[in-house]
């Protein structure tokens, strides 16, 4: 089916469909049709067409996320109907001027190596019929477009003077030559040099944290607190009778989650909550340190994972301490030489009040029927742990992008100044001092091909293990760690060779509309960059 909106456009669709009808009918009879059908479209004032058979559907000009290290002519990724898809201009493929988007621009979604490419027209026409021996070798006829490109041309059809009928699969072939074979490429699993945004630091002395903002302030959970970071769901389910500070429950993987609001707990004024805001999801225990639940505690937004020596913890001021209000808080951070404070929360101390675990537990019992209906719904058991996987979600030029969480060694903040060592290659951004060791930095987006953006306060840099080097990448932010399943990842399409190797894999998060080019920390500097890399440090 051809499927396009507005008068016009199911017209358009009637007509497809009778005709198909038509073909269908010829076909029931054995004998094999003499008439061909195609979709007709304009780019500037000339008449293509594609083979009927060989387009999915027509659609708007879907949103779409950009792809680094591939042609112009690619416009970007789109979520379509839980797909992705490859939104290529044409223009630009045929080498034809360029042209805004209007309200008349289409997406052919065309057939190509049993993929589809969604592919930019200024506006499309009609379906028409045309009989086998109207269509003329395209060679035989002078047009602004390659040979190689055309099946051929027919003329004067309803009212077109010439169409040149188009070969999408050679269109596309023709620069994006490694769309015609499957692509796999697996994610870098090395176990032996496993590390993980967890407290494994050979260092003992070594801690991370994840830090996270409230009303302007700063303040942070040990790490081994944090099961994961997940973004705030459009429906909360309100539990009456409980706490200001509960917001209700939330269906986590199919399993209820109990939602509690920093900012009420802590009495400070409330905030409208948006598409920033996050819910870190920490771990209750008892007191042998069992995990007894989990609790989701919606914050303003996650700043970064900050790895920090144990003396860089000091104790809460006896003052403080005498405020029970304060129990929660079990250290301050400093950092910045003591410009910057960061209040270090204990998740068991922050809900170890008896009218929390009161509210919780009603939370709970009344959305008992909920979940064992939940549960008579499973078909199988829980993932385990090898069928899960974490992405560190980072955003450059706008675009979100993840790597597995086993390549990065940790998140650290860009130095206001970074010293350039002579005689090292221009890809190295600089180097810093990291703790005693030298850290050879990168730009990510000068590695993609990006333009350099100003030092802001959201960059961070990725610290990645590259073969047993440390490497730095500077990102624009880093946005969130998210938990998923494994199937959640798949192979992305085929777009350029240096594309297919670095970022072979995309997340699709359908519910949400969002497409994350997933990396291979391992394709991002090749054999001799890496030993200039490992020279340097």
Same mark, same amino acid.
């Given at each position: 089916?051809?499927a ?8 358009f ?15 029931l ?37 950009q ?5 112009s002519s690619?416009?970007?990724?789109a ?18 001027d ?9 997406v ?46 027919v ?5 077109h003077?010439?169409i ?45 944290l ?31 009778n ?64 900050i ?10 001021p ?10 929660e ?7 910045? %030489?003591?410009?910057?404070? @960061?209040?270090v #929360? $204990?998740? /068991?101390?922050?809900? &170890?009040?008896? =009218? +929390?675990?009161?509210a919780f ?11 064992s ?49 002579p005689k ?27 333009e ?23 990102? %624009?932010?880093?946005?969130e @760690?998210?938990? #998923? $399943?494994? /199937?959640r990842?798949? &192979?992305?399409? =085929? +777009? ?8 072979g ?20 500097l090749?054999?001799s ?9």
């Amino acid at each position: 089916m051809v499927a396009i909106n507005s008068s016009q456009n199911n017209a358009f669709e009637n007509q497809s469909n009778n005709q198909k009808h038509q073909s269908n009918a010829e076909s029931l009879t054995g004998e094999e049709s003499s008439i061909n059908q195609y979709v007709t479209f304009f780019i500037n004032d000339e008449s293509f067409a594609f083979p009927m058979e060989g387009v999915r559907e027509i659609v708007r000009m879907p949103e779409s996320v950009q792809v680094p290290l591939t042609s112009s002519s690619l416009i970007g990724l789109a979520n379509l109907r839980g797909s992705v898809l490859p939104i290529l201009d044409l223009r630009r493929l045929l080498q034809v001027d360029e042209k805004a988007i209007s309200d008349a621009t289409r997406v052919v979604v065309a057939e190509c190596h049993g993929k589809g490419v969604g592919l930019i027209v200024d506006r499309v026409s009609r379906v028409i019929s045309v009989e086998k021996t109207a269509i003329e070798d395209s060679n035989a006829i002078r047009t602004s477009i390659n040979a190689d490109m055309l099946m051929g041309v027919v003329k004067n059809v309803e009212g077109h003077a010439l169409i040149q009928l188009l070969n999408a699969e050679q269109i596309v072939s023709h620069e994006f030559s490694s769309m015609n074979a499957s692509v796999q490429v697996s994610e870098n699993g090395n176990q032996a040099n496993k590390t993980t945004l967890q407290d494994e630091s050979d260092d003992d002395d070594a801690k991370q944290l994840v830090s996270f903002i409230v009303d302007e302030q700063e303040y942070a959970f040990h790490i081994q607190q944090v099961e994961e970071i997940v973004r705030l769901p459009d429906d909360i389910s309100r539990v009456p009778n409980t706490d200001s500070h509960v917001l209700g429950i939330i269906n986590l993987r199919d399993s209820l989650l109990p939602l509690v609001n920093l900012r009420t707990m802590f009495h400070l004024a409330e905030a409208k909550l948006d598409e920033n805001h996050r819910i870190l999801v920490v771990n209750i225990n008892d007191a042998k340190g069992r995990k007894v639940h989990s609790v989701g505690i919606v914050v303003d937004n996650v700043k970064e994972v900050i790895r920090i020596t144990a003396d860089a913890i000091d104790d809460v001021p006896s003052m403080l301490n005498k405020n029970a209000d304060m129990s929660e808080i079990v250290g301050i951070c400093r950092l910045d %030489d003591g410009k910057r404070l @960061v209040s270090v #929360l $204990s998740s /068991d101390m922050l809900f &170890d009040d008896e =009218s +929390l675990q009161k509210a919780f537990a009603e939370t709970l019992k009344d959305s008992k029927n909920e979940e064992s209906d939940m549960q008579a719904e499973k078909f199988h058991d829980d993932l385990d742990d090898n069928d899960e996987t974490q992405l560190v979600v980072f955003q450059l030029a706008g675009q979100e992008f993840g790597i597995v969480i086993e390549s990065v060694q940790e998140i650290t903040r860009v130095p206001e100044e970074m010293n350039k060592v002579p005689k090292t290659a221009d890809f190295i951004e600089g180097m810093i001092n990291l703790r005693g060791s030298v850290l050879p930095v990168m730009d990510m987006r000068v590695r993609f091909g990006i333009e350099r953006m100003n030092r802001s306060e959201r960059q961070r840099i990725l610290v990645l293990d590259l073969n047993g080097t440390k490497t730095g990448f500077i990102t %624009d932010a880093v946005a969130e @760690v998210i938990r #998923l $399943s494994r /199937d959640r990842i798949e &192979d992305a399409p =085929s +777009l350029s060779e240096e594309q297919e190797k670095m970022i072979g894999k995309v997340v699709n998060l359908k519910e949400q509309q969002r497409v994350i080019q997933v990396l291979d920390a391992m394709q991002l500097l090749d054999q001799s960059e890496l030993k200039e890399i490992a020279n340097i440090a």
